[in-house]
């Protein structure tokens, strides 16, 4: 089994989740968070002794899934939350070692 | 070393906190998410073009221990998350490559 | 590729900030969370059956780096964060399977 976790802007969120809905996606989780990446180096080094705070709003989303189904959902995701510009985000997968339901008791795959 | 990350309903954080400090556990995070699940898709398939956006506010708990700890926790989690009802939420399990402490710079389970 | 996972104190994000940016970071994502750690167990087992929810406000942070830079990450946000007292906090490292660059597609250290 797979984590999916991906930082994307904001205000792509439904896109994104109706991309995931679209392939059935069984479930994820959102948090809000704020980051700076890249596109916050742009006058990069002239600001070494003096640059601002600037963290941005981003939001993270949480996905656990079978392996089988890691890379569909990786891209269905690339593709929802792409607009072409800094600042897009990236995505990541982890390993996961055990998954089990609280409802229900049941591990691995059946637990999601 | 383990990493137990658990989504469960907001409204049992205090019973499950009860749960692992009972078992004298060392430390544990918690944020403030929002998800939707299995139990959003109960209506599936007739919603596949207007359904509506329905994320549910969820808790997130964060937790790191040795590997011989962490069927317990995981176990006093589950049972003290437990409800019965959809919605109840799942325990994930990750291997740690490192850690560190902050305060003293002691590593591995030495850290914890 | 590694992921950094680091608990602090709140009030140290802007001295970790700084120490990032300085050794040239790419990116970083935060959060506001709570926890609770061994500086709250100080007068267990007192309080075994009457303690009080006692969740503390910390700050988590996510950092994605090539294996090659993780430990001069670590070690810069491990000095930067440091104040000597109980509730520093934690910094933890896990393996990263795959990154995605949302942006170009580009996969692995290229991605970040």
Do not use: W
């Not at 802007?9 to 439904?14: A, D, G, H, Y």
């Not at 609280?102 to 795959?109: A, D, P, S, Y």
């Amino acid at each position: 089994m797979k984590k999916i976790e991906a930082y994307i802007q904001t205000f792509m969120l439904n896109k994104v989740e109706d991309a995931l809905r679209a392939i059935h996606l069984h479930g994820m989780s959102v948090m809000d968070i704020r980051g700076f990446g890249r596109e916050k180096d742009e006058s990069y080094p002239h600001h070494t002794a003096d640059y601002t705070v600037n963290f941005t709003p981003k939001t993270k989303i949480e996905i656990i899934c079978s392996a089988a189904d890691c890379d569909k959902i990786v891209e269905a995701l690339r593709k929802a939350a792409h607009t072409g510009r800094k600042g897009d985000g990236k995505i990541f997968v982890y390993e996961v070692s055990k998954a089990v339901s609280i409802l229900n008791g049941k591990q691995g795959e059946e637990a999601i």
